[in-house]
């Protein structure tokens, strides 16, 4: 799958990467759902991300209004909505290899089949927490630059066993 093809992203977790990357997709156009565990998490997000794309606009890095972008941005209460019809999913959740590896195996039972599977992290090599995972060919690292809204690169890292299309 193409970057042009994909069109909808689902971010788990919505601590300061999660926020920075649902900026980042929601600027590029791209309908996002955000998922968090943390009940309080997903109350203060919205309110995150307004606040991070304000600050855009008022340097005059939006090409849209602000709301505009919010509004492409949605909480999701459950992992399973969140990733029902996601093309990518972007993983931001704590750097911990217990942690990830029952995190994805909840993505790869609950998302579509086609859905790439990106990892923010940063030290953790993604065979190291889906080595055992029936969809592991669709797994990958994708470490940004920080803050992702502001540098736009980001670090695409295949597992040994990652699909050459994703």
């Known amino acids: 799958m193409s ?18 990357f649902a900026v980042v997709f929601a600027r590029a156009g791209w309908p996002v ?20 794309l304000n600050e ?22 459950s992992i399973e909505t969140a990733v029902a019809d996601a093309d990518l999913v972007q993983e931001c959740a704590p750097e911990r290899a217990d942690i990830k590896r029952a995190l994805f195996a909840q993505l790869d039972a609950a998302a579509p089949a086609k859905a790439i599977f990106a ?35 980001i670090e695409i890292v295949p597992a040994p066993f990652t699909a050459p299309d994703v």
């Open 3 to 20: 970057t042009a093809e994909i069109r909808r992203v689902a971010i788990v977790g919505a601590g300061s990467i999660g926020v920075a």
């Open 33 to 52: 759902r955000l998922f968090d565990p943390d009940a309080s998490r997903r109350d203060a997000a919205p309110g995150e991300i307004k606040q991070r």
């Open 56 to 77: 855009l606009a008022r340097f005059r890095l939006l090409d849209e209004a602000a709301d505009t972008v919010a509004a492409r941005v949605q909480m999701a209460a």
């Open 119 to 153: 990892s923010a992290s940063s030290a953790l090599t993604a065979s190291s927490f889906v080595d055992d995972l029936a969809g592991r060919h669709r797994c990958l690292i994708a470490h940004p630059g920080n803050p992702p809204y502001l540098i736009p690169v």
